[in-house]
């Protein structure tokens, strides 16, 4: 249930993420190597970067290989915060680029791996970008984040609600305010590695050794300051 990835550190292009390592979001598309629900993900994908303090967005509906725009794009937007997502649709769900990742709101970029009852999470917010499941479990978080909490409170306050309104969601968060990252594990994989600045994603992009899988049921906070990872109790 798609694949996601961020960098938060020195400016570099979105290739990073994409097409540079031999396992990038580009290969895990169609060749996921630790993906544990479906085999492919080639409904959409979404690159996200932000130009100062602005957060910009490309998303489509069809595979990321068959974008003929999307290398000379990747390779020109440059960036201290970027994220990226290719996406395997939860069956029902609708393929249109509002119900691609990454959702924004103000200075916010989310992405969600994973998947979850809509009626868990539409009581979390008044209205959603997309009707999508995805979309409803952003909205519950900018909801919280224009109240002015804090990633450290709202992140493990949604996806607790979720999972107290569906027991089997995944719930698989990214998140991004330009400055900072979070990232939420629960019910999939998710991995870190630490250089001049911090990487995340669903599964390693390469295979450098330093990759760190982060315990199932975390929140991981990224800042220039360092990177902690704590239990969603």
Same mark, same amino acid.
């Given at each position: 249930?798609?694949?996601?990835?961020?960098?938060?550190?020195?400016?570099?292009?979105?290739?990073?993420?994409?097409?540079?390592?031999?396992?990038?979001?580009?290969?895990?598309?169609?060749?996921?190597?630790?993906?544990?629900?479906?085999?492919?993900?080639?409904?959409?994908?979404?690159?996200?970067?932000?130009?100062?303090?602005?957060?910009?967005?490309?998303?489509?509906?069809?595979?990321?290989?068959?974008?003929?725009?999307?290398?000379?794009?990747?390779?020109?937007?440059?960036?201290?915060? *970027?994220? /990226?997502? &290719? !996406?395997? +649709?939860?069956? =029902?769900? #609708?393929?249109?680029?509002?119900?691609?990742?990454?959702?924004?709101?103000?200075?916010?970029?989310?992405?969600?791996?994973?998947?979850?009852?809509?009626?868990?999470?539409?009581?979390?917010?008044?209205?959603?970008?997309?009707?999508?499941?995805?979309?409803?479990?952003?909205?519950?978080?900018?909801?919280?984040?224009?109240?002015?909490?804090?990633?450290?409170?709202? *992140?493990? /306050?949604? &996806? !607790?609600? +979720?999972?107290? =309104?569906? #027991?089997?969601?995944?719930?698989?968060?990214?998140?991004?305010?330009?400055?900072?990252?979070?990232?939420?594990?629960?019910?999939?994989?998710?991995?870190?590695?630490?250089?001049?600045?911090?990487?995340?994603?669903?599964?390693?992009?390469?295979?450098?050794?330093?990759?760190?899988?982060?315990?199932?049921?975390?929140?991981?906070?990224?800042?220039?300051?360092?990177?902690?990872?704590?239990?969603?109790?």
């Amino acid at each position: 249930m798609c694949r996601h990835a961020a960098w938060l550190g020195p400016a570099r292009a979105l290739t990073t993420l994409i097409s540079d390592p031999e396992h990038g979001l580009l290969r895990q598309s169609y060749a996921p190597r630790l993906q544990k629900y479906g085999t492919v993900n080639a409904d959409g994908f979404g690159l996200g970067w932000y130009d100062g303090s602005r957060p910009v967005r490309y998303r489509r509906t069809v595979p990321i290989w068959t974008d003929a725009n999307m290398p000379g794009l990747a390779a020109a937007a440059r960036s201290t915060c *970027l994220i /990226a997502a &290719v !996406r395997s +649709a939860t069956v =029902g769900m #609708p393929i249109e680029e509002t119900a691609t990742a990454p959702f924004a709101d103000g200075p916010w970029l989310l992405s969600h791996n994973g998947r979850v009852r809509r009626e868990a999470v539409r009581p979390l917010a008044a209205d959603a970008e997309s009707g999508c499941d995805s979309a409803w479990l952003a909205a519950a978080a900018f909801t919280r984040l224009r109240d002015g909490l804090s990633l450290a409170d709202v *992140l493990p /306050a949604v &996806v !607790r609600t +979720a999972a107290e =309104g569906d #027991p089997e969601a995944r719930l698989n968060l990214l998140v991004t305010g330009g400055s900072h990252l979070a990232a939420v594990a629960w019910g999939d994989t998710l991995f870190t590695h630490l250089e001049e600045g911090v990487l995340v994603a669903s599964e390693p992009l390469d295979d450098r050794p330093g990759w760190r899988a982060v315990p199932d049921r975390s929140l991981l906070l990224a800042s220039p300051d360092g990177v902690s990872v704590t239990p969603i109790d």
